[in-house]
């Protein structure tokens, strides 16, 4: 509205310069000038508003420090836009956190199921010292002296028959077994299956049967090879290095008792 009262003074100004040369003097003079410079405000509020319409548009760019250079450096204002630019930040923080992320995932699928696995291990092996405990091992195999079929016969009773074999995480046809036995529940310790210095099986584990008396204590181990899906974070699972398993880990379970009074009929089953 101010822009069209200026224009109508302008014009009429224009249209009777005579009568405007008389009234130039005075209150006359003094209502033109202050409408020239309404005229005037009026323009440079446009012009105001026009730049913050043009900032309003593009503002998620930063206004530019005074350190940077002035306009007339092109990579200033690179520098300026790439650091207030944040499009794809969400994609860098994603790509940061990731492996750490992914790797701790690794460790805790590895972990949970490696005790998953030792769970369904000793179970299976509390099932077949259990034969031995109460005397039904040593009766069912009276007479038999050769120690690889007795552990045999021992891994059948844990594993299950060929024909009806029980299901379990591990590879139960890889399983080692060692038994022996003590004078007492101090002198007790279980064999070792792997050899440190080699990374693979120690050469004697798996290879020992001790026939166990009524009244005897007992030591049974047994290990298997696991395989190792992540190894990440640290874990070092990986027990074998060397041989046909290197890279796995080894599941371990050892029962310690004293077998049962149990009866023996006729001859002695050991």
Not at 45 to 65: E, F, I, T, V
Not at 153 to 167: D, F, H, Q, R, S
Request: aromatic share 10%; hydrophobic share 40%; glycine share 8%.
């Amino acid at each position: 509205m101010a822009q069209s009262a200026g224009a109508s003074i302008a014009s009429g100004i224009r249209n009777n310069p005579h009568q405007f040369h008389m009234k130039r003097s005075g209150f006359a003079g003094g209502r033109i000038n202050r409408l020239v410079q309404l005229k005037s405000f009026v323009k440079d509020l446009s012009y105001a508003g026009h730049n913050a319409c043009h900032l309003l548009n593009n503002w998620r760019m930063p206004q530019r420090p005074s350190s940077f250079p002035d306009k007339g450096s092109p990579s200033g204002c690179r520098l300026a836009r790439f650091r207030g630019d944040a499009d794809g930040a969400a994609a860098v923080e994603f790509a940061l956190v990731a492996l750490p992320f992914l790797a701790l995932c690794g460790a805790i699928f590895q972990i949970a199921f490696q005790i998953w696995a030792a769970q369904n291990f000793d179970r299976a092996l509390q099932n077949a010292v259990r034969t031995i405990f109460t005397g039904q091992f040593q009766q069912a195999n009276a007479g038999q002296t050769d120690a690889t079929k007795l552990l045999a016969a021992l891994k059948t009773t844990m594993c299950g028959p060929a024909n009806a074999t029980i299901v379990n995480i591990f590879n139960c046809q890889n399983v080692k077994i060692d038994v022996a036995t003590a004078g007492t529940f101090s002198s007790a310790k279980p064999s070792t299956p792997v050899d440190t210095a080699t990374g693979t099986w120690n050469a004697s584990f798996g290879t020992n049967y001790a026939c166990a008396m009524p009244g005897t204590i007992v030591i049974v181990t047994a290990a298997v090879q696991f395989p190792t899906f992540f190894n990440l974070m640290g874990l070092r699972t990986k027990q074998f290095t060397t041989g046909s398993g290197a890279g796995s880990s080894l599941l371990v379970s050892t029962a310690v008792f004293r077998t049962e009074p149990y009866q023996t009929v006729g001859a002695s089953p050991c």
